[in-house]
């Protein structure tokens, strides 16, 4: 059985999608290998039009926490497909399923594989989408005495900040997600319009919480070749940083925090639980058994 989730190119890194290997690799020891035959489609928006494409080898889809989200058309299930829980009401109900096998993420697993035990450094750190992440978010989190969170990091770099954050600003929803499950306040960001509000609305309606996010210009990044503009550019760059540093401020300073109710994440992570206890009885069964010799 053969992991499914989004790899970036050229060997780049984002926390949502990096948590795949390093937490199932925790859940389920043993069970996933490189047998393309069966797919397990993991954390992240991954239910889409494209899906199976991705996994065109397998002849069966076990589906764990994961979300509807980009590509276009109709998806199509069919008999090749196990849908165990999804991220939110608003999957099961565009794939046509039963409501309550719209639990939550499957990363609010990570409450049981890793404990918020850190000491608070930052008061406020901003964790930037990854395509928006760099020098220029490093800055302006500087400038301001913010923590900064890069979502490129390593998942245990990642993990280790967040837990010293008592209120985390983020645009990358799995930084929300995540905090959440660690019991760390939350305010959504979004600088960038490709953010798409469907995947937040989803997972929200899991937690209870509305999602209201916050918006503020997005920061280009700094010019880093050097030539007879660079001066200008400084400026220029310092300007905007200003400016986005200013708004970010305020929505730190003005905008409510939210966290789920600890009585409703450690329900849904025992839900979550007690399917994952379900797909490992069906793999013991030999429900996933691979037709290769």
Same mark, same amino acid.
């Given at each position: ?76 299930? *069919? ?27 499957? !990363? ?31 800055? !302006?989190? =500087? ?6 969170? *890069? ?24 930084? !929300? ?19 798409? !509000? ?8 899991? /937690? ?18 050097? *030539? ?9 760059? =310092? ?22 109710? *600890? ?20 793999? =013991? ?6 037709? /290769?010799?």
């Amino acid at each position: 059985m053969k992991l499914c989730y989004h790899k970036l190119i050229d060997g780049l890194r984002n926390f949502g999608d990096d948590l795949n290997p390093w937490i199932w690799d925790k859940l389920i020891p043993g069970v996933l290998d490189h047998d393309e035959s069966v797919a397990f489609v993991g954390i992240g928006s991954l239910i889409n039009d494209g899906l199976s494409w991705r996994t065109r080898h397998a002849s069966k889809r076990v589906i764990f926490g994961t979300g509807v989200g980009y590509g276009k058309g109709e998806i199509k299930l *069919d008999e090749s497909y196990k849908i165990y829980c999804l991220r939110g009401s608003l999957s099961a109900k565009a794939l046509g399923v039963t409501e309550d096998l719209g639990i939550t993420d499957g !990363a609010v697993l990570i409450r049981r594989v890793y404990k918020n035990t850190a000491k608070k450094i930052h008061r406020f750190s901003y964790m930037p989408h990854y395509e928006l992440a760099g020098k220029g978010w490093e800055l !302006a989190c =500087k400038e301001l005495g913010f923590g900064y969170i *890069d979502p490129r990091w390593t998942v245990e770099k990642v993990l280790s900040s967040i837990s010293q954050t008592e209120v985390l600003l983020t645009e990358a929803m799995h930084g !929300a997600i995540v905090a959440d499950a660690l019991r760390v306040r939350w305010v959504p960001i979004v600088t960038n319009s490709t953010i798409l !509000a469907f995947k937040w609305q989803d997972w929200c309606s899991s /937690i209870g919480v509305e999602y209201k996010p916050n918006y503020i210009e997005r920061l280009h990044h700094p010019r880093e070749k050097q *030539d007879i503009l660079t001066p200008v550019r400084s400026v220029r760059d =310092k300007i905007r940083r200003n400016k986005v540093s200013k708004a970010l401020k305020q929505v730190a300073m003005n905008q409510p925090t939210f966290l789920s109710k *600890d009585s409703c994440i450690e329900t849904l992570t025992v839900q979550l639980e007690e399917r994952l206890h379900l797909f490992q009885q069906d793999v =013991k069964n030999g429900l996933f058994e691979s037709s /290769i010799c």
